[in-house]
């Protein structure tokens, strides 16, 4: 019998909703606190909890008091505007370590690298999770640079398109670093209105502006003693730039509407897209600024750039999949070969959603070219490949799932006939339709295409797609 396993504070009934979504897709039983009455062992068996906005600080203690005694040691994700927020992240809370905080509108990838985050402090290890998959030598040089600036204070620049992964970077600079053990704090600076971002950052007092019904810190106070991530950096308004310039120059801020001035203690990771040399000779970006926050520049690559690695992304997107209870995308040869001939406009997430969205409509089989969503076909494949060639994808794709693994080849000689024999022709059949299946793959289904690859007429291999029952673009055999 299952047991819910993740208790839900929220007052919010459309935060809650959204959350409870997360924690579903993500495989986890979650139970919103309002509706639990009573926990007992053959029905709960506690895993994480979420705070968000409660009614009163009575309404969150009864709440939290649902724990029991894991309330001493199970992660804890908070809302970064929950009043819980501010008392747990101080450095001196106890809690801190097991503690993470979420933004809205979420996303079930940020619930899903906050946990991994805080189960990786538990653990009082670094996370090799959180290294950049990848052996191009693009990524050997970007795994090389997190390591060398990691230990530093420096501020880092990570530059690259949208979907390589720079908040990935940030968080392995932050979980390598002397800081791992404070907050780490996201915010995206395109996101929240001008107007806005100036109190989402330095935090504001009770009526500085109109709907300040009470102070609230911001996030370079939740971050303190640790790292804060300035996503979209190349989105922030000039005059924001002026005042982020300030705490960057000399460490210091106020809120909006106070007098005090606080000090701060915060590494700084800012992250763009945009080409930031050029708007600043478009006068859209302030070069002091730059230069600032360009102390250590780290460019990521795009997914066209470095092709090599997508078996062993995919194969690492498949391991997310499975901790996750769902089933995992085997692409054929064919489709392997397809998906290197795309563009990948949305780099590793564009990857990453592709591979999670075969495994949902190709949950038990292998996932053939003719089976892609039709933007990443690329034309029959049969005019350009070969025999040889196809047989090279082949056993390139072998060669990376054996190396994942740590199989090594077998010599032939080694190959031995099993002592209670083999059904020789039963074998031979089924080789020949994994053959023709990867002809079929390598050419978009073209039954002419294929025929030419595997040396036969068109007419024999209709009568074997007959034969094993298989289909090519339409055709019933």
Request: with cysteine; glycine share 8%; proline share 4%.
């Amino acid at each position: 019998m299952q047991k819910f396993d993740f208790l839900v504070i929220e007052s919010d009934a459309a935060r809650a909703e959204a959350v409870l979504s997360a924690l579903h897709f993500l495989g986890y039983r979650p139970q919103l606190a309002a509706e639990c009455r009573s926990v007992d062992e053959s029905t709960h068996a506690w895993q994480a909890v979420y705070v968000g906005k409660v009614e009163s600080e009575a309404a969150a203690e009864r709440q939290l008091a649902l724990l029991g005694d894991a309330a001493n040691h199970v992660p804890m994700l908070v809302a970064a505007d929950a009043p819980l927020a501010e008392r747990c992240a101080r450095m001196a809370s106890p809690s801190a370590t097991r503690m993470a905080v979420l933004e809205f509108p979420l996303r079930y990838e940020q619930v899903a690298e906050a946990l991994r985050s805080v189960h990786t402090r538990l653990l009082g290890g670094q996370s090799t999770a959180l290294r950049f998959v990848g052996h191009s030598a693009p990524m050997v040089q970007v795994n090389a640079l997190i390591r060398q600036v990691a230990p530093f204070d420096s501020t880092v620049l990570v530059l690259g398109e949208s979907g390589t992964g720079k908040e990935m970077v940030a968080r392995a600079i932050h979980e390598q670093s002397s800081r791992r053990d404070k907050p780490f704090v996201a915010i995206n600076c395109g996101a929240i209105p001008a107007e806005l971002l100036e109190s989402e950052l330095f935090g504001h007092e009770k009526g500085a502006f109109t709907g300040a019904i009470s102070a609230r810190k911001g996030r370079f106070e939740l971050a303190e003693g640790g790292t804060l991530f300035l996503d979209e950096i190349g989105d922030m308004s000039l005059p924001m730039q002026v005042k982020l310039l300030r705490v960057l120059q000399e460490r210091v801020y106020e809120r909006v509407g106070g007098s005090k001035t606080q000090r701060c203690d915060v590494r700084i990771i800012a992250a763009t897209h945009r080409d930031l040399e050029q708007a600043i000779s478009e006068g859209k970006f302030r070069e002091d600024l730059y230069y600032r926050l360009s102390v250590f520049p780290l460019e990521l690559p795009a997914l066209r750039e470095r092709l090599e690695d997508l078996p062993v992304l995919i194969e690492e997107f498949n391991q997310r999949l499975a901790r996750r209870g769902l089933d995992v995308a085997r692409f054929s040869a064919g489709a392997m070969h397809t998906l290197r001939e795309h563009a990948w406009p949305g780099n590793v997430r564009e990857l990453a959603n592709l591979v999670e969205r075969m495994a949902i409509l190709c949950p038990h089989g292998e996932v053939r070219a003719s089976e892609l969503p039709v933007k990443y076909r690329h034309g029959p494949a049969g005019e350009e490949v070969h025999g040889a060639a196809l047989l090279a994808l082949m056993e390139d794709v072998q060669a990376s799932a054996a190396a994942m693994l740590g199989v090594h080849p077998v010599d032939e000689a080694q190959r031995l006939l099993p002592e209670d024999g083999i059904d020789l022709k039963d074998h031979l059949a089924d080789i020949e339709v994994g053959l023709i299946r990867q002809a079929l793959d390598a050419t978009g289904g073209v039954v002419a295409h294929a025929a030419r690859l595997l040396r036969m007429q068109r007419t024999t291999l209709v009568e074997k797609l007959r034969k094993y029952g298989l289909q090519a673009n339409g055709l019933a055999a």
